[in-house]
């Protein structure tokens, strides 16, 4: 169990990834009508992200955030920090968003946990180029590395992807991103720095499993109303569905905030191999800071609170 909390390492709130309609069958990757619905309201709202000029938000220009994970209110589970910060990828402004997790210095004798997620973000067309996520957790190492959002006619032209063009290239693949064209798009894959690339299929300016949560911080979200966004996470793609669910003050030690409570709609197996609802309060301020967080486990529940901030 203590392995489990540790586990939560606050990459359950960045892992906003849930199915809410069967997307595809696992045959012919045909979208149905439903999900088709579904994904043009989600770039319905993304248009309208794009539509607004003036974007306040503290994260285009550099921000870093720490929260406190807690199990059941009681135990320290160990300590988070996202960060923010501007660069370039290919001559194209980014902003590289970074997520670190500690396991509590009680448990780090023991067991201890250091995770590292990047994602690498346009704030013109608002998806992510690509996901880095590095995990050390006990003995154990792992790796991965998505690339998303990129054309296939890119793909197939560019050296770094020839273990991949094999797949991309086949008729079944071919056939499977021409279906509902304009929703598909190629996805690669690794889970070893010197591996293979290997090509799977996402959706149109999809999210990743970091990026979700900063894309989230973009909506101007309204009591009452769903949001549904595509996301691509370890091989595969979900729709979220996300509800406003209404207005609460939170104390933190970073400050006292007016929030307003989504709550994420989980249908899959994740870091618990649980599935259920997240709830992340984001303050309604201009910056839409994720201030706490309650996700149901197993057993209880983990909570997450800010301690600090900086722009």
């Known amino acids: 169990m203590i392995r489990r909390i540790i586990f939560f390492y606050f990459c359950i709130m960045f892992q906003i990834v849930a199915y809410v309609y069967p997307a595809f069958s696992k045959e012919s990757y045909k979208i149905n009508h439903k999900t088709m619905m579904l994904l043009k309201k989600a770039d319905k709202e993304r248009r309208h992200i794009e539509s607004i000029k003036d974007k306040p938000y503290s994260f285009y220009k550099g921000e870093t955030l720490v929260y406190k994970v807690t199990y059941m209110n009681i135990i320290d589970a160990g300590k988070a920090i996202l960060s923010a910060s501007p660069g370039y990828y290919k001559n194209k402004k980014i902003i590289v968003f970074i997520a670190q997790a500690y396991s509590a210095k009680w448990f780090s004798f023991i067991y201890n946990v250091h995770d590292i997620t990047e994602s690498f973000f346009s704030p013109k067309r608002y998806y992510p180029y690509f996901l880095i996520m590095k995990r050390h957790e006990g003995l154990h190492n792992d790796f991965m590395e998505e690339r998303l959002n990129g054309s296939y006619e890119h793909l197939i032209k560019t050296d770094q992807y020839k273990s991949a063009w094999k797949r991309l290239k086949t008729g079944k693949f071919l056939k499977m991103l021409s279906s509902n064209e304009k929703y598909n798009k190629p996805a690669l894959y690794k889970d070893k720095i010197n591996a293979p690339w290997k090509a799977f299929l996402s959706f149109n300016d999809t999210q990743d499993a970091l990026s979700a949560l900063y894309y989230l911080r973009l909506i101007n979200f309204k009591k009452g109303k769903n ?25 933190t030690p970073a400050g006292k905030f007016n929030t307003i409570k989504v709550k994420a709609f989980l249908n899959f197996n994740g870091v618990f191999s649980h599935k259920g609802s997240l709830k992340i309060y984001f303050s309604t301020g201009p910056n839409h800071i994720p201030v706490y967080l309650v996700t149901n486990v197993r057993i209880g529940f983990m909570t997450a609170i800010l301690t600090k901030k900086k722009y």
């Open 227 to 251: 949001y549904y966004i595509p996301v691509y996470e370890n091989r595969k793609r979900y729709i979220v569905l996300v509800k406003a669910e209404g207005y609460y003050d939170i104390d």
